[in-house]
């Protein structure tokens, strides 16, 4: 499971990447930021394939364990995240996951309040 969750978080950035690239070219007014984007999420793709096994690895995998029966609010907050690489954030794969994990918990814990 852990190399498939990593794994999974790559293949989600790189796709992204293909497709700032796709809109680098139907929107040529914008095209320096689309780039830019798509050069950040390939980097970020590739740090992630080299974090399989390792200690962030490890705390990927547990974080997604926790909130897995709220898959959901999971995915809504990778694709969030990823949506905004470029434009309104950056950073290396290790604040990528934590920024990712911590708003997934605060999610969780707003809808454990509320219920």
């Known amino acids: 499971m852990v190399e ?5 978080l ?6 992204s990447a293909e497709w700032r690239r796709e809109k680098a070219e139907e929107f040529p007014h914008d095209a320096n930021r689309n780039l830019e984007a798509a050069a ?18 490890r705390r990927f ?5 926790r909130v897995e029966e709220d898959c959901l609010c999971w995915t809504e907050q990778e694709s969030q995240l990823i949506r905004e ?8 794969i290790n604040d990528f996951i934590n ?17």
């Open 61 to 65: 995998s547990q974080a997604f364990e």
């Open 85 to 92: 690489v470029g434009f309104h954030w950056s950073g290396d």
């Open 99 to 115: 920024t990712l994990i911590s708003r997934c918990c605060d999610q969780l814990e707003v809808r454990e309040v509320a219920q």
């Open 4 to 8: 498939m969750m990593i794994g999974m």
């Open 10 to 15: 790559s293949e989600s950035l790189s796709m």
């Open 40 to 57: 950040e999420l390939d980097r970020l793709a590739a740090e992630a394939l080299k974090a399989v096994g390792s200690s962030l690895d």
